[in-house]
């Protein structure tokens, strides 16, 4: 049996791995499809890192944790977790593969995904031209135009990303201010081939059998519609969380969720469940960013060592 089951990879997953290892727990596995290191080694260029002065890609920031994490015994088993289901006081981990892992706690640090942006043509040319991420389809558009739509940090900071590249960068907001930091709308304005396109909806995307074409936009304010000629558009309009693993054959979650499905966790990372925690991006009021997501995967293992005893 298993002391703690870590499900996910990221920056919390892989500091609860560190921190409840060498704080002396014997039997953790973190599962993760794929190799650890979360959704932040898509990010194009991290500067907030604290202790991180030279400005690093996301890949390039977290390509050692893992080693550090598993130093002190931590293991890594290239599986999906299905499902978390508790009887007593042991938690049942139903996997991908069919198999099953009992645990004496979980720990919840699954993070989240991308949201699509509900415009029309968004799915059928996703992947054709649309994209959620600019480290992995920006080179195909070098020297082209492209459209980013958002108005987050996210949105902004991979706008920036791309203008190195593009010819020009439209940045599509429905609202005429930003909700980025002020020194990431900043560098936004700073870049002289991005074009604001704001207080605008999005009509549609549009293209052919060869992928993306265009994007019409309509103003808010006069109800003009303005054609984007473009071939490729990245959508970064927020997320939604990997909570799915909680849901139980009724349909209910086996602790307390939001109408988000947010897990609701206090102080110490602890739900409603005794032995059952979270992490990271899937958590109710998650700050999404990489610091905060080790800090509560620090804060988690501290405390499951202590509720293990």
Same mark, same amino acid.
């Not at 405390?303 to 005893?309: A, D, H, M, S």
């Given at each position: 049996?298993?002391?703690?089951?870590?499900?996910?990879?990221?920056?919390?997953?892989?500091?609860a791995?560190?921190?409840?290892? %060498?704080?002396?727990?014997?039997?953790?596995t973190?599962?993760?499809?794929?190799?650890?290191?979360?959704?932040?080694?898509?990010?194009? =260029?991290? +500067?907030?890192?604290?202790?991180?002065? =030279?400005?690093?890609?996301?890949?390039?920031?977290?390509?050692?944790?893992?080693?550090?994490?598993?130093?002190?015994?931590?293991?890594?088993?290239?599986?999906?977790?299905?499902?978390?289901? *508790?009887?007593?006081? $042991?938690?049942?981990?139903?996997?991908?593969?069919?198999?099953?892992?009992?645990?004496?706690? @979980?720990?919840?640090?699954?993070?989240?995904?991308?949201?699509?942006?509900?415009?029309?043509?968004?799915?059928?040319l996703?992947?054709?031209?649309?994209? #959620?991420?600019?480290?992995? !389809?920006?080179?195909? /558009?070098?020297?082209?135009?492209?459209?980013?739509?958002?108005?987050? !940090?996210?949105?902004?900071?991979?706008? @920036? /990303?791309?203008?190195?590249?593009?010819?020009?960068?439209?940045?599509?907001?429905?609202?005429? #201010?930003?909700?980025?930091?002020?020194s #990431?709308?900043?560098?936004? *304005?700073?870049? +002289?081939?991005?074009? =604001? $396109?704001?207080?605008?909806?999005? +009509? +549609?995307?549009?293209? !052919?059998?060869?992928?993306?074409?265009?994007?019409? $936009? *309509?103003?808010?304010?006069?109800?003009?519609?303005?054609?984007?000629?473009?071939?490729?558009?990245?959508?970064?309009?927020?997320?939604?969380?990997?909570?799915?693993?909680?849901?139980? !054959?009724?349909?209910?979650y086996?602790?307390?969720?939001?109408?988000?499905t =947010?897990?609701?966790?206090?102080l110490?990372?602890? #739900?409603?469940?005794?032995?059952? /925690?979270?992490?990271?991006? $899937? %958590?109710?009021?998650a700050?999404?960013?990489?610091?905060c997501?080790?800090?509560?995967?620090?804060?988690?293992?501290v405390?499951?060592?202590? /509720?293990?005893?």
């Open positions: 049996m298993l002391d703690l089951a870590i499900i996910g990879g990221g920056p919390a997953g892989l500091t791995g560190l921190y409840a290892t %060498r704080g002396g727990l014997k039997n953790v973190m599962f993760e499809m794929g190799m650890p290191g979360g959704q932040i080694t898509g990010s194009s =260029e991290i +500067e907030n890192y604290p202790g991180q002065v =030279e400005i690093v890609s996301g890949m390039d920031l977290m390509e050692s944790w893992p080693k550090q994490a598993m130093r002190f015994g931590l293991k890594h088993e290239m599986n999906q977790v299905s499902k978390v289901t *508790k009887s007593g006081d $042991v938690f049942t981990v139903e996997l991908s593969d069919g198999t099953k892992q009992e645990a004496r706690s @979980v720990l919840l640090a699954t993070g989240s995904v991308p949201k699509k942006g509900g415009f029309k043509g968004e799915k059928e996703f992947g054709r031209g649309v994209s #959620t991420c600019a480290t992995c !389809d920006g080179f195909f /558009y070098k020297n082209k135009e492209v459209a980013v739509i958002g108005g987050g !940090d996210s949105a902004l900071e991979e706008a @920036v /990303y791309l203008a190195k590249m593009c010819s020009k960068v439209y940045l599509v907001h429905r609202r005429d #201010t930003y909700r980025a930091a002020p #990431t709308i900043e560098h936004m *304005k700073a870049c +002289e081939n991005i074009e =604001e $396109v704001t207080n605008v909806i999005v +009509e +549609e995307v549009y293209g !052919d059998a060869s992928g993306v074409l265009g994007l019409k $936009v *309509k103003s808010k304010e006069t109800g003009e519609i303005r054609d984007l000629e473009v071939p490729g558009v990245f959508t970064f309009v927020g997320r939604d969380v990997l909570s799915d693993s909680l849901k139980q !054959d009724d349909g209910s086996l602790c307390e969720v939001n109408e988000a =947010e897990v609701v966790v206090d110490k990372m602890r #739900t409603n469940v005794p032995g059952l /925690y979270a992490a990271g991006d $899937v %958590r109710i009021d700050a999404k960013q990489v610091v997501a080790a800090a509560d995967g620090a804060t988690a293992a405390n499951i060592i202590e /509720y293990l005893g």
